[in-house]
């Protein structure tokens, strides 16, 4: 091989090099796109919600591409234990969960409330759920607690893919009541048309065992890489108004972080 031939063959080799260093990351995000105002379709068909642009705006201030795979709720952690995909969209830190797959930094709290029909007297305890019908949602740390504690006692507990089953079921009388996000079912539901005669039920709904101080990103058991980076770009949000900015576009003066 002539040196001319050489040189151009480690020129090639160096600027095919360069290019492919700065090629950007790109990470298949876990969502199921059912739980309005956090994650839903837009009317073009898009990802869009307040735990969409939030993941958008982490992934830009790192530098990364974060393309969707929707799938349902209950299906997030096994997609990413499969390796489907590379961090799923937020959800409560349960003891059960952490077992099973890794958590970034917190991102925010959702408090679990009873939502029923205003004229109703139901009430989040065993005595005043008799004879009803409570909805949840499958793989949630509602239908958790209701499971533990409720259909043990008797009480009729339906489970549902995804809160606007959930919501729809509500008007239509097919069920009683619902143990629900607060902060999701009371902008998902309860300030729309269909959810104007339904109010939240008593105080919030607690466990230690089973209930998280926050939710976090989800990511596979030993994927430091991916942690740190969604930790990073969490952390440049949050001290900027990034994060600020966005909670107030779907939730006003309501503060969601984790204290």
Partial sequence: MSNKCIIFSVCALLLTTSFSG???????????????????????????GFEIELTNALCKSENVKCIYVVNNFDAQIPALIARKVDFILPLGLTPKRQKAIDFTDYVFHLPTR??????SNIMPQVKSLKDKIIAVQQGSIQEAYAEKYWRPAGINIKNYQDPEAIYEDLV???????????VAVS??????HAGENFELK????????????????????????TKTLLNMGLDNIMRN??????QKKYFGDQDLKVK
């Avoid at 239509?172 to 607060?182: I, M, Q």
């Avoid at 902008?187 to 729309?192: E, M, P």
Wanted: hydrophobic fraction near 35%; charge should be negative.
């Fill in 172 to 182: 239509a009388n097919r069920v009683d009541a619902a143990l629900c996000p607060s």
């Fill in 114 to 119: 009873l939502v029923a029909k205003k004229d």
């Fill in 241 to 246: 108004t990034t994060f600020s900015n966005i």
């Fill in 187 to 192: 902008y998902g539901f309860l300030k729309t």
């Fill in 22 to 48: 700065f090629a950007e990351k790109t990470f298949l995000v876990g969502a199921d796109l059912t739980n309005p105002p956090f994650q839903f379709r837009n009317k073009d068909g898009n990802p869009d």
């Fill in 202 to 225: 008593g105080p919030e709904v607690t466990d230690a065992d089973l209930f998280s101080k926050g939710s976090a990103f989800g990511v596979r058991k030993g994927d430091y890489e």
